[in-house]
Nanobody, 128 residues
Framework: QVQLVESGGGLVQAGGSLRLSCTAS????????MGWFRQAPGKEREFVAA????????YYADSVRGRFTISRDNAKSTVYLQMNSLKSEDTGVYYC?????????????????????WGQGTQVTVSS
């Protein structure tokens, strides 16, 4: 049974930082593209960042590029999202997601439909 468990969310002031973690089990982590998505109240889920398994290529939404950093530790089956210079518009539930890539080195997708497995989400609230 595949499980993705996020942690690290919380309340932070604007300009502050948080580091989210997502630990996976029940899958061959090193064959999955890992992504982070978020959903604000009343809005659709949106892509935040993704990282491939083969060469750890990274992809970011324009709204977070330069402020957020995604990374992974295959030995720990964990993906991280370091969030700096947080803004009130970063508030939302952050979800970890896994997209099976097998042995291919294909790029990561920013579409939620490409991801097979999802975590339960962790709340991030940025106060202004």
């Amino acid at each position: 049974q595949v499980q993705l468990v996020e942690s690290g969310g919380g309340l932070v002031q604007a300009g502050g930082s948080l580091r989210l973690s997502c630990t996976a089990s029940g899958l061959t982590f090193s064959r999955y593209i890992m992504g982070w998505f978020r959903q604000a109240p009343g809005k659709e889920r949106e892509f935040v960042a993704a990282i491939t398994w083969r060469d750890s290529s990274t992809y970011y939404a324009d709204s977070v590029r330069g402020r957020f950093t995604i990374s992974r530790d295959n030995a720990k089956s964990t993906v991280y999202l370091q969030m700096n210079s947080l803004k009130s518009e970063d508030t939302g539930v952050y979800y970890c997601a896994a997209d099976y890539a097998g042995s291919t080195g294909r790029p990561a997708s920013s579409s939620a439909n490409s991801y097979n497995h999802w975590g339960q989400g962790t709340q991030v609230t940025v106060s202004s």
